[in-house]
């Protein structure tokens, strides 16, 4: 039999649309989503000064498909808002950061090669 396991999620401003906050109980991991239009609010997130990796999601608008964009940082925050005037195509952001501070930036690296390993290697994300 399974494991059950108990996800917890903050919404910021009370609402799906806005800066949300989950964690799975008894995990280090945390992941924040965030919105396009309040990713210059995530700065104010502790979470989002960690190492940790993002994921960019939006449409390519050559082809109209889905797109996601595979990234990691020593600091989350910084290189998202990097992402403003460098990426256009994405509306939403999800990253995933350490609660005790245990991922350096060999990790992260590790942890992007990975993903984007996985996402060719399945041909979606």
Known sequence: ???GRQIKIYLADG???GIRHAEIMGW???ALTVPRSKVKELSEWEESLKPGVYFLFGVDEETGNDAVYIGEAEQVASRIQQHL???DFWNEVVCFT???ENLTKAHVKYL???LVALTNQANRY
Do not use: A, I, L, P
């Open 15 to 17: 609402s799906v649309t």
């Open 112 to 114: 992007e090669s990975r």
């Open 28 to 30: 280090t991991g945390q």
């Open 85 to 87: 005037s460098g990426k």
């Open 1 to 3: 039999m399974s494991k």
């Open 98 to 100: 350490n609660k005790d």
